[in-house]
């Protein structure tokens, strides 16, 4: 009876993930043409209330030369060969190839006929125009990049400001651009606990979408008295969510995100050690500031880290984009990746529809809820632009395929700090063998999975015990 069971539930099992498979096809097929489609929509509407045509990153390459004095590049096919880079403090390896290259049906058939058509045209001289270019002066440096970053690069490169208006597909309420009319570009910090004779900081940094009420409604609240007299709390809204500044300008990279929690939270605060706490996207944020100041941090506490492996011989960042985005239509958090990870403009609808309109949509939820409720992962949630979560999510979690296992081997045969991993043991998004995973490269480092507990719900109902976990923490890592 046994056996008739077990082969039953595998052959269901085998006809559910055919069933996924084909519907996963046809659906990502035709999402694919969507995109297309509305990349067209996208530009139209954008030039016609904004007056200019928005870069994407699905813009046909331009086949030319393109100089602004400080950037030489020649283009062939769809990529950008940067030759010739003159700025001290842009790091082309920073930015993720995931923004531009995800291979699909839809995209390898459109490659391919480009590469035909190119085929029968007359041989081009771009590549020896650029070096020419090239010779008669120095190069710094030589990527392959998208036409759309040269642009960007050129803006910023030539010191060009960004434009605090939001864009016509983004909320232009008081509380999303409130960082518009502040002359001081640095990010919302949440602090609570003593002012004066500060025992020790703690700083907390939220996940992808979502902000520093994560902390300052959850854990924040349940803390003993105790350790509010001792601990001084900041709670961060990292760049481009919640209350922080969303510059059109910058490419939200680790660097530039670990650039401003030191100008907004370590400097002014004087923070000289520090424990920090983690969230999903927050834990990359984390192990880089910890990297960075290996005498300071005094404890590190990393929830739900997306933490992948890449194999020999796969590329890092392609590598991640699939393991987080896997292009299936079940689970429906896989769904909801896939939809935020592959497709620049149905995200960006998304965007619009839900984050553009999110005082409707706040008016309904505390309506439903008579106000019992507090909205805080909902507000969240809606506070950030397209841009910006598109930005930080493949320049922070794919684009650091590579640096994580930098900055986990630093960690481990630099530093002394306490290193506890916690993990729910239903998190659909991430994985617990992400957890596990940094355990393997940090021996010392302890891992807690939670029962039953999800990506979100690992802190959002059990507030109470998980601050009795922190503070078990802090005062053994103080002793």
């Avoid at 597909?169 to 004066?196: I, N, Q, R």
């Avoid at 910890?290 to 890449?310: D, E, N, Q």
């Avoid at 429906?332 to 990870?341: E, P, Q, R, T, V």
Wanted: aromatic share 10%; net charge positive.
């Amino acid at each position: 009876m046994g056996t008739i069971m077990q082969a039953t539930k595998t052959l269901l099992t085998l006809a559910g993930n055919f069933i996924n498979d084909v519907l996963s096809f046809v659906v990502f097929s035709f999402l694919d043409l969507l995109d297309v489609f509305l990349c067209v929509i996208y530009k139209l509407v954008d030039f016609y209330v904004e007056s200019e045509w928005k870069p994407c990153y699905c813009s046909s390459a331009k086949e030319a030369i393109t100089s602004s004095g400080k950037i030489v590049v020649s283009e062939e096919g769809e990529s950008t060969k940067i030759v010739c880079l003159c700025s001290s403090k842009l790091q082309l390896e920073d930015i993720s190839d995931t923004l531009y290259t995800r291979p699909s049906l839809v995209s390898d058939i459109s490659k391919s006929t480009v590469k035909e058509l190119q085929r029968l045209k007359i041989e081009r001289t771009t590549i020896r125009s650029a070096c020419e270019k090239v010779r008669n002066g120095s190069v710094r440096s030589t990527f392959t990049i998208n036409s759309t970053i040269v642009e960007m690069l050129q803006g910023k490169i030539g010191g060009q400001k960004s434009n605090p208006i939001p864009r016509w597909s983004d909320c232009d309420c008081k509380s999303c651009t409130a960082w518009t009319s502040s002359y001081k570009e640095t990010l919302f910090v949440h602090a609570e606990g003593p002012k004066d004779n500060v025992g020790e900081d703690v700083l907390f940094i939220h996940g992808f979408i979502s902000s520093s009420e994560f902390w300052t409604e959850t854990v924040f609240p349940n803390f003993s008295a105790e350790t509010k007299s001792q601990y001084r709390l900041l709670a961060v809204d990292i760049l481009g969510f919640g209350r922080s500044p969303k510059p059109t300008d910058s490419l939200y990279t680790v660097r530039e995100h670990v650039d401003m929690i030191e100008r907004s939270v370590l400097e002014p605060y004087r923070v000289k050690s520090f424990h920090i706490v983690a969230h999903s996207l927050g834990c990359i944020l984390a192990l880089a500031l910890a990297v960075k100041y290996p005498g300071a941090v005094k404890s590190l506490t990393l929830l739900a880290p997306p933490y992948f492996p890449v194999p020999k011989g796969e590329q890092g960042t392609q590598f991640v984009l699939r393991r987080v985005a896997p292009r299936r239509v079940w689970p429906l958090i896989a769904f909801g990746a896939s939809l935020a990870c592959w497709y620049e403009h149905i995200s960006r609808t998304i965007c619009f529809l839900i984050c553009k309109n999110h005082r409707v949509w706040e008016f309904i939820a505390k309506l439903i809820t008579r106000n019992r409720v507090r909205t805080y992962l909902m507000e969240g949630f809606f506070c950030h632009t397209h841009y910006a979560a598109w930005h930080t999510l493949h320049n922070i979690i794919c684009g650091s395929a590579t640096k994580i296992e930098y900055y986990l081997d630093t960690i481990r045969e630099q530093l002394d700090c306490h290193v506890t991993v916690f993990h729910g043991s239903h998190d659909e998004l991430l994985p617990v063998e992400c957890s596990y995973s940094v355990r393997s490269k940090i021996p010392r480092a302890r891992v807690k999975i939670i029962e039953k507990k999800d990506h979100i719900t690992i802190v959002v109902g059990r507030q109470r015990a998980f601050a009795r976990e922190l503070e078990e923490i802090w005062k053994k890592s103080s002793s």
